[in-house]
């Protein structure tokens, strides 16, 4: 599956943005999906997740509460809403996918159980 991410861009503290994940090449109902970000020096972190029928979602704790993930699996496409964004929040947001398993509704948080990855878009929040 190819993962593409848009929806990036620079906007002011308090603001919202809505990244969109658009998969190619297989139906995305066969992955739980995360979303991740990197900022420079910093290790890529979990943000948010969803299983592949959007029953189960899970969040960090320093989005909660501010940020909605979802899928449309008609459209092949998974979101991720944030709204009060903060500087902290600045970061290439990345899209992954990962094989559907029993093992992803523990380990969603960790990088390493996702397979494939999309290219990252870049959020910017100015203070």
């Known amino acids: 599956v190819q993962l593409q991410a848009s929806g990036g861009g620079l906007v002011q503290a308090g603001g919202s943005l809505r990244l969109s994940c658009a998969a190619s090449?297989?139906?995305?109902?066969?992955?739980?999906m995360g979303w991740f970000r990197q900022s420079p020096g910093k290790e890529r972190e979990f943000v948010a997740a969803i299983d592949w029928e959007g029953s189960a979602t899970y969040y960090a704790e320093s989005v909660k509460g501010r940020t909605t993930i979802s899928r449309d699996n008609a459209a092949n496409t998974v979101y991720l809403e944030m709204d009060n964004l903060k500087p902290g929040d600045t970061a290439v947001y990345y899209c992954a996918a990962a094989s559907r398993s029993a093992s992803w509704y523990w380990q969603y948080r960790s990088h390493r159980e996702y397979n494939y990855w999309g290219q990252g878009t870049q959020v910017t929040v100015s203070s």
């Open positions: 090449g297989r139906t995305v109902t066969n992955y739980d």
